[in-house]
């Protein structure tokens, strides 16, 4: 598949969106610091807004998404290679529906990078879909993380954490879903009103208060984060 606008385009992530604005505020509440490193900036609108708050190093292996960057994220610093960050020198790392487009060699490397330029007792915050979601159980074949062919690595929470632990020697802090997005989820009319206005309004209450509220499997990606405590 072709990384280009219509890509972005088709995945909602051409434009800036009121999802960045919420991942911008768990990031303040649960990991904050004076510089962080964004794995896969894409067309930079998430590093234009946490460049409002601390310094960004972001990377991008996308030609057309570097392009953008640049003008959508005027005051990220856009790096080439991992080695060009110095040791301990971020604060935290972020990498919202990044990891799921990579397998587990390739991640392997990556953490140990991580390791190698995170400060002790810095965090990380990932996003990814959840394959044991109920978001997963009630659509089936028909799950949004399944309509992405670059989706390469899907996992369950308890999974990734595995991964991350036993891995990365990385401390999973916290876990929880980032809600409902692909209505309607039920069958009938009846159900619908009921069980899907429930969880919007769950959805809805999370993404305004900007922390967790909503168990790791209710919802269609799992958010973690991620303590280096080594």
């Avoid at 310094?55 to 998404?65: L, P, Q, S, T």
């Avoid at 060009?84 to 990078?113: F, P, Q, W």
């Avoid at 390791?115 to 997963?136: E, S």
């Amino acid at each position: 598949m072709k990384f280009d606008n219509e890509y972005y385009e088709a995945n909602a992530q051409d434009k800036d969106r009121l999802a960045l604005g919420f991942y911008s505020r768990i990031w303040s509440r649960y990991l904050g610091g004076e510089a962080v490193f964004e794995l896969g900036s894409g067309v930079g609108y998430f590093a234009n807004r946490l460049s409002k708050k601390t310094h960004v190093y972001g990377y991008e292996i996308n030609e057309f998404a570097r392009k953008q960057i640049s003008i959508n994220a005027p005051n990220a610093e856009l790096i080439e290679n991992l080695t060009d960050i110095d040791d301990g020198a971020v604060d935290s790392i972020v990498a919202l529906h990044v990891l799921e487009h990579i397998g587990d060699r390739n991640l392997e490397e990556i953490g140990v990078s991580f390791k190698r330029i995170l400060k002790t007792g810095g965090k990380l915050l990932f996003v990814m879909p959840n394959t044991a979601g109920l978001a997963h159980t009630l659509k089936g074949e028909k799950w949004s993380a399944f309509s992405d062919p670059t989706h390469i690595n899907l996992k369950s929470s308890n999974e990734w954490c595995e991964f991350f632990e036993n891995r990365w020697k990385m401390k999973v802090i916290k876990k929880f879903a980032d809600g409902f997005y692909d209505f309607p989820y039920e069958k009938t009319l009846s159900r619908t009103i009921f069980f899907d206005s429930f969880r919007l309004g769950l959805t809805g209450l999370q993404f305004i208060l900007g922390t967790a509220v909503l168990k790791e499997s209710y919802g269609e990606n799992t958010i973690y984060i991620l303590e280096n405590n080594e």
